[in-house]
């Protein structure tokens, strides 16, 4: 190995890595900072243009696409018309190229940023060398990651190269690196233009944490956060105590931060398997614990809190006194934090709730493919709700409506809520037929059903969910409407004399 090239914006490490390619001697190549940086170094280098004979040109835009840095990168050292080729045109072999890319990502994310600046900061050069060295691996070794130096200088310190299988898999990380690059790219602009449904649809991840396992201990799992990350959201939450998280328990913690969309007022939501399985809004945060607790206190043992204040210590007394896996809010006071880092096992997530709208779209995986959808973040107003019944609502029942109405979007089909203008009091999920979910949710009501209101995700196909519901003292329901026999349920809410609201708005979860 005789030549590399240097060109990278990111320079951790890279004085110490040219030293040692410099100390094993191999010349090095380098352009604009990167050769400025090692000079200072005391590091000799040679420029591009000693190399190409031809001058930087159009801001730097053009210097390396150039026939003496990729014949060198892609003439194949085990091809006789190559290296004729090569000798030829006065063409060296170029053995490493070291390159990182134009800082796209990090510029798109500062607030000021134009579309010019997003522009000026694609590269064209680093990824075209970077692809010309990773296709010639057999022979050019292609570095990406700073974290890649020690590596390549131990084998070339101990070999005097580096071995086909270190180039295979560098090779391998730098067509996942530039892919990823070009995504990002691809999204930005597709965004620009007001796309919304592109013929490829190319997304980018990065992974944040292995997982020990996934939903069950058989499976192999890990956890990718988008490129672009999103501060409300678990893939961007700080974890301030416990154990590690689990795919579950991830899935879960999103499900939750889902429902606390919905609120403004100080609420907590308390979770189990993707479903809640307590919603309580209060004037204080406490109360709002104390009413989410109160909806279902067996459920709660294992389960998932979310907090859209900071927790306070008669809270976090409160919350110690039973086995929760994750509590997540915007903040904690530091004498509650104190508190709940007493149980060991907890896991404490601090996300930030200054923006909470979240992603336009949300994506689920099937066999060979995914599916992609508009997020439903549907924001009807009672204004726009229809009462369909002889009775009308009181405002105490349009307030409990209200309530349930945003609880319900977020439990599994077929999905049924009785609440009342503060707190879920039952709540039935996931059965194949509605009555099913009526009948549970009403169960755990109890006695308090008669001054709560019940919601509906979809439709009532037939009248039994109101009659049945009408038995057992419910007073107000909300529903989409929209079924062919949508007459017969508005005959038997009249019948009973409850009052009915359809809303048009349909909210399957599945």
Same mark, same amino acid.
């Given at each position: 190995m005789t030549r590399a090239l240097i060109s990278v914006s990111d320079k951790t490490g890279v004085i110490d890595f040219a030293k040692g390619l410099r100390a094993a001697g191999i010349e090095i190549i380098s352009t604009g900072g990167t050769k400025t940086a090692l000079e200072?170094?005391?590091?000799? $280098?040679?420029?591009?243009?000693?190399v190409t004979g031809f001058p930087e040109m159009m801001d730097g835009r053009v210097k390396t696409l150039h026939p003496k840095i990729h014949g060198g990168l892609l003439g194949r050292r085990d091809s006789e018309?190559?290296?004729?080729?090569?000798? &030829?045109? =006065?063409? +060296?072999?170029?053995?490493?190229?070291?390159?990182? *890319?134009?800082? %796209? &990502?990090?510029?798109i994310l500062k607030p000021e940023t134009t579309e010019a600046d997003a522009i000026e900061n694609i590269d064209i050069g680093g990824p075209s060398m970077l692809r010309s060295a990773a296709k010639n691996h057999a022979f050019v070794t292609a570095i990406v990651d700073p974290v890649d130096y020690a590596i390549v200088l131990a084998e070339i310190q101990q070999e005097g190269y580096t071995t086909l299988a270190t180039r295979r898999k560098l090779a391998a990380k730098v067509f996942r690196h530039t892919a990823a690059y070009?995504? *990002?790219?691809? +999204?930005y602009l597709t965004e620009a233009v007001g796309e919304k449904e592109p013929e490829n649809l190319t997304l980018t991840y990065t992974r944040k944490q292995d997982l020990r396992y996934g939903e069950n201990s058989h499976q192999e799992a890990a956890f990718y956060q988008a490129a672009l990350p999103m501060s409300y959201s678990i893939a961007s939450a700080v974890q301030l105590h416990g154990k590690e998280l689990s795919f579950n328990n991830i899935r879960d913690a999103d499900a939750a931060l889902r429902i606390m969309r919905e609120f403004t007022e100080p609420t907590v939501v308390a979770l189990k398997h993707m479903n809640p399985c307590?919603?309580?809004?209060g004037e204080t945060i406490f109360s709002a614990w104390e009413a989410?607790? =109160? =909806?279902?206190?067996?459920?709660? %043992?294992?389960?998932?809190?979310v907090l859209n204040r900071e927790v306070d210590l008669v809270s976090a007394q409160a919350m110690? +006194? *039973? %086995? *929760?896996?994750?509590?997540i809010a915007p903040s904690y006071s530091e004498e509650a934090l104190a508190v709940l880092k007493t149980k060991k096992n907890l896991r404490l997530l601090q996300v930030d709730f200054s923006n909470v709208e979240g992603n336009a779209n949300e994506m689920v995986s099937v066999l060979g493919g995914l599916l992609i959808q508009q997020d439903d973040r549907a924001m009807e107003e009672p204004e726009s709700w229809t009462v369909v019944t002889d009775r009308q609502p009181t405002k105490e029942e349009q307030a409990a409506m209200a309530f349930a109405w945003k609880a319900v979007k977020h439990v599994k089909s077929n999905a049924i809520v009785v609440a009342n203008q503060q707190q879920t009091l039952g709540i039935g999920a996931g059965q194949m037929n509605r009555v099913g979910s009526v009948k549970l949710a009403i169960e755990q009501a109890g006695a308090k059903a008669g001054t709560a209101a019940l919601a509906s995700d979809a439709y009532f196909p037939m009248d039994d969910s109101v009659e049945y519901a009408a038995n057992h003292g419910i007073k107000a329901i909300i529903q989409p409407g929209g079924s062919i &026999?949508? +007459?017969?349920?508005?005959?038997? =809410?009249? &019948?009973?004399?409850? $009052?009915m609201v359809f809303t048009g708005v349909r909210h399957f979860r599945h």
């Open positions: 200072e170094a005391g590091i000799e $280098t040679i420029s591009i243009d000693e018309s190559h290296m004729e080729a090569m000798e &030829k045109e =006065a063409i +060296q072999p170029i053995d490493i190229v070291c390159v990182n *890319l134009y800082p %796209f &990502k990090e510029t070009d995504a *990002l790219i691809g +999204q307590g919603i309580g809004s989410a607790y =109160a =909806a279902d206190p067996v459920s709660i %043992f294992g389960g998932i809190i110690t +006194q *039973l %086995f *929760l896996e994750i509590i &026999k949508d +007459q017969a349920s508005i005959d038997m =809410a009249n &019948k009973h004399g409850i $009052t």
